[in-house]
T-cell receptor, first 116, second 112 residues
Framework: AQSVTQPDIHITVSEGASLELRCNYS??????LFWYVQSPGQGLQLLLK??????LVQGIKGFEAEFKRSQSSFNLRKPSVHWSDAAEYFC??????????????FGAGTRLAVHP | GAVVSQHPSWVICKSGTSVKIECRSL??????MFWYRQFPKQSLMLMAT?????????EQGVEKDKFLINHASLTLSTLTVTSAHPEDSSFYIC????????FGQGTRLTVV
């Protein structure tokens, strides 16, 4: 069965510091990969996605993620964190097949706190 | 990007009553929509896949008679929580996809 693991439940960084949120997936083939951000009481906003091609993906708000097939990972990074980045971050996968993807499977989420 | 609107944003209802939540795709047609449930400080769990013009597909363990889904048009799917109980209190989120999943803002349901 497909699964997504986000090893870090909670991370705290200082404003201006770099950030890396980990995500590992379990799936037989290369799935579609996503990172979402959720502010308290809000829906989810797509940060970036990987379908194929260049394994380094650029997203919104200065985020990027790198797909590493050998490690089954899709870690999210940001070189300099802003206080407004404090939120919950979810990694998600969807099985890939022609015509698009089906349902998303989410990781447990990583809550990011940012110290001033 | 595409816009998915969910209504209401929050609702409080009495135990035993039914609540309807709407999910609309505002600028695209959505043949498929997804309903998720999120408990406090937990991840999203897919409840069901809503298909326009046909029956919804429910995930294992989700009571289809309790969580009624109707996808009568290409822009609207509704989730009705029937005979709601306090344990149904949760955050419900829908998504729809033209090419990727766009999420509604969610509905906070509190059953008292």
């Amino acid at each position: 069965a497909q699964s997504v693991t986000q090893p870090d439940i909670h991370i705290t960084v200082s404003e201006g510091a770099s950030l890396e949120l980990r995500c590992n997936y379990s799936y037989g083939a290369t799935p579609y990969l996503f990172w979402y951000v959720q502010s308290p009481g809000q829906g989810l906003q797509l940060l970036l996605k990987y379908f194929s091609g260049d394994t380094l993906v650029q997203g919104i708000k200065g985020f990027e993620a790198e797909f590493k097939r050998s490690q089954s990972s899709f870690n999210l990074r940001k070189p300099s964190v802003h206080w407004s980045d404090a939120a919950e971050y979810f990694c998600a996968v969807a099985p890939s097949f022609s015509g698009g993807y089906n349902k998303l499977i989410f990781g447990a989420g990583t809550r990011l706190a940012v110290h001033p | 990007g595409a816009v998915v609107s969910q209504h209401p944003s929050w609702v409080i209802c009495k135990s035993g009553t039914s609540v309807k939540i709407e999910c609309r795709s505002l600028d695209f047609q959505a043949t498929t929509m997804f309903w998720y449930r999120q408990f406090p400080k937990q991840s999203l769990m897919l409840m069901a896949t809503s298909n326009e013009g046909s029956k919804a597909t429910y995930e294992q363990g989700v009571e289809k008679d309790k969580f009624l889904i109707n996808h009568a048009s290409l822009t609207l799917s509704t989730l009705t929580v029937t005979s709601a109980h306090p344990e149904d209190s949760s955050f419900y989120i829908c998504s729809a996809r033209p090419t990727e999943a766009f999420f509604g803002q969610g509905t906070r349901l509190t059953v008292v």
